[in-house]
């Protein structure tokens, strides 16, 4: 496998920030992805990155460090909303291009 | 625009009996279709890919088998499912594979093995 690991849980306050770090080991990195998964319901994509450094889409943001193998998703202005499961996922040429996902991150945001 | 269907959503199943759960995709042509399980607590693992019609590679040895008998359709089967099948399957497709083709994931379907 490509050995992603992340953080199981994280709490934070509505308003404030949150950054979701992801690390991962693979022989042929082909790009990261980040999807959100609300309870209960299939995966959504929101961010992709191949290249070091940062993608910002609204309040989220994806950054890339391919030499120190790692990722974080940065979550701005938190809302109720954003209360879900965010998973890291990597694909990797020498394994046929599949796509292999981290256990993902729950975030829970509080009032 | 493409929509991918996966059905049924929900379902209750007797150790050892039979399952086919369905999934297809509209608006495109020639996807490659992607067959995912989760369980409780831990990521997504692929269990069958498919980039043709007819052209299924598995992941993990198990009692469940994967068929792609039309360009758009994808179908899971098992023909005794164990207690340990239990779990969200989510059906995906993407254009390509590699690179930033992104997997579309269709609304799951939960299993319940008794």
């Known amino acids: 496998g490509q050995n992603i690991d992340q953080p199981t849980e994280m709490t934070a306050t509505e308003g404030a920030i949150v950054q979701i770090n992801c690390t991962y080991q693979t022989s042929g990195f082909n790009g990261l992805f980040w999807y959100q998964q609300h309870a209960g319901e299939a995966p959504t994509f929101l961010s992709y990155?191949?290249?070091?450094g940062l993608e910002e889409k609204g309040r989220f943001s994806s950054f890339l460090s391919r030499s120190k193998g790692y990722s974080y998703l940065l979550l701005k202005e938190l809302q109720m909303k954003d209360s879900a499961s965010y998973l890291c996922a990597v694909r990797d040429w020498s394994n046929d291009y599949k796509l292999s996902f981290g256990a993902g991150t729950t975030v829970t945001v509080r009032a | 625009s493409q929509t991918i269907h996966q059905w049924p959503a929900t379902l209750v199943q007797p150790v050892g009996s039979p399952l086919s759960l369905e999934c297809t995709v509209e608006?495109?042509?020639?996807?490659?279709l992607y067959w995912y399980r989760q369980a409780a607590g831990r990521g997504l693992q692929l269990l069958f890919y498919s980039v043709g019609i007819g052209q299924i590679s598995s992941e993990v040895p198990q009692n469940l088998s994967a068929s792609r008998p039309q360009d758009r359709q994808f179908i899971l089967s098992s023909k005794k499912l164990l207690l340990s099948d239990s779990g969200f399957y989510l059906c995906?497709?993407?254009?390509?594979?590699?690179?930033?083709?992104?997997?579309?994931f269709g609304a799951g379907s939960r299993l319940t093995v008794l």
């Open positions: 990155n191949v290249l070091d």
């Open positions: 995906a497709w993407s254009v390509g594979r590699s690179g930033a083709n992104v997997l579309t």
């Open positions: 608006g495109t042509s020639n996807p490659n």
